[in-house]
């Protein structure tokens, strides 16, 4: 039986790191925190519910619209994104999706359920940003576009004492700009 020396997969590779961050998050938060069943917990009232939702949404917004406009002026943000397409460009539309779910659970658990509220706002989103370092290792601008969205989800989980939507706002940042990669790597 010859063994090949195959590089892991992205989907799997990615599920080893956010699964990590994941459950080391929820151990934080349920051990450290003591606030892993308030942070997941879901109003009753209608209208809270709409606002965890419009608060997910407005978060995804803000980041996508500050993503595609410094985009369109730095060279070094675009160099990244051409990175990114190479990086996720072939697979399939579910990897995707499957990174955007790990991703936005793994970093919005660990860093603002488990750090952000021993650590505050403003140093735990710098800690983001430096998580988002570029592939050469040095802080770039999307490191800094990471710490400002990592300000933007924080507050959001402060705003509604709620954890979903600041995940569902990276979700869906992660997700609409990995499709996006995904189709420009068709049409090239």
């Known amino acids: 039986m010859t063994q090949t020396n195959k590089a892991p997969s992205l989907p799997r ?7 990590g961050m994941i459950f080391t998050g929820l151990l934080l938060m349920r051990f450290w925190q003591n ?33 595609a406009a410094l985009e369109s002026c730095n060279e070094s943000f675009r ?62 601008v999307w490191s800094f576009w990471a710490t400002g969205a990592g300000l933007v989800l924080g507050w959001t989980y ?8 600041a995940i569902m706002g990276h979700f869906l940042v992660n997700g609409v700009s990995l499709l996006a990669l995904q189709r420009q790597y068709r049409q090239r």
């Open 13 to 19: 590779m990615s599920a080893v790191i956010y699964g």
């Open 35 to 67: 606030n892993l069943a308030k942070s997941f917990a879901i109003p009753v009232d209608s209208s809270e519910r709409l606002r965890i939702i419009a608060g997910g949404i407005l978060a995804a917004t803000l980041l996508l619209t500050s993503s």
């Open 79 to 140: 160099r990244l994104k051409d990175m990114f397409i190479q990086l996720i460009g072939p697979s399939p539309a579910w990897v995707a999706v499957w990174l955007a779910f790990l991703s936005s659970f793994g970093e919005e658990i660990l860093f603002r359920g488990a750090l952000q509220p021993t650590f505050g706002l403003v140093p735990t989103s710098i800690m983001f940003g430096l998580a988002h370092v570029g592939p050469d290792g040095k802080i770039g």
């Open 158 to 165: 402060i705003e509604t004492s709620c954890l979903l939507p």
